[in-house]
């Protein structure tokens, strides 16, 4: 059966003075306005925020849960003890202590409430608060699948269970891969490193396989001469076919990754 949602429209409304203890629940808010005020357990549940103008407010212990928020503005709002759950963000200016401060408590809903702010601070162009947000999408995304596998909490065994459980420990191991070799996209740092771990492997390779492993200076030598095999500038006749093969797929994998990483970062420019 389908009913009236009863949402109230309440357009180009203001508030003046604080506000304790009021409800609001399912209300569409069209450029509503407030300034230095402050709003105490107040409930705001499945209500839209459509062009508001929230400017140095202090939310403390409200309710947003399942609350939109479309091309607002709430820079300078603080928010302490308030619920975000479910809540999502569109092309709204707003302060990256949010994501500190009032990221829901399951891992879940963390992710999904730091990927809407995530996609919020790109639309916007501001990469800083972009990354922050990745940062704490990422997290909570490794919490999520470890939990969903290994976590003996209620909800998660009466969620996942059989197979369901064991696609999600193959999820958290290619999770856990991907962050040790290039951070999920998001660390050069991480990427130079695996180079380097590779480097070290094409060392110890040519040092058993053409060299004395008992002399430290043919790991030296192995090490100076590792980048040019990995890059394709040494011919390596000596080396065979499999081997060289392995270390062109190698290259082309750790370039995409890195031309990857290039891509998000001026995308988010």
């Known amino acids: 059966m389908l009913e009236d949602s009863q949402r109230e429209t309440l357009t180009d409304k203001k508030f003046t003075d604080e506000e304790s203890g009021e409800s609001y629940v399912n209300k569409l808010f069209t450029r509503l306005v407030a300034k230095d005020v402050v709003f105490r357990n107040v409930d705001f549940k499945y209500c839209i925020f459509d062009a508001a103008y929230l400017r140095n407010c202090k939310f403390e212990s409200c309710d947003f849960t399942g609350c939109r928020f479309l091309n607002s503005n709430l820079l300078g709002s603080a928010f302490s003890g308030c619920s975000f759950d479910y809540a999502t963000f569109e092309k709204t200016q707003v302060d990256t202590d949010i994501l500190l401060t009032s990221c829901p408590r399951t891992e879940n809903l963390k992710l999904k409430f730091a990927r809407s702010l995530r996609t919020n601070y790109q639309q916007l162009g501001d990469a800083k608060a972009a990354n922050k947000a990745i940062s704490i999408e990422l997290k909570a995304t490794e919490d999520h699948l470890y939990k969903a596998w290994a976590s003996k909490e209620p909800y998660y065994r009466k969620k996942y269970k059989g197979l369901a459980r064991i696609t999600l420990f193959t999820e958290w191991v290619e999770f856990k891969f991907l962050d040790f070799i290039w951070g999920n996209g998001e660390s050069a740092y991480k990427l130079f490193r695996a180079v380097f771990l590779v480097l070290c492997m094409i060392t110890l390779y040519d040092v058993f396989k053409f060299g004395d492993a008992n002399l430290v200076s043919n790991y030296l030598l192995s090490f100076v001469k590792s980048p040019q095999i990995l890059f394709g500038v040494n011919d ?22 890195f031309m990857s990483i290039i891509i998000k970062r001026f995308n988010r420019r």
């Open 236 to 257: 390596s006749e000596n080396y065979p076919g499999s081997f060289l093969a392995l270390v062109f797929a190698t290259r082309l994998i750790m370039f995409g990754f």
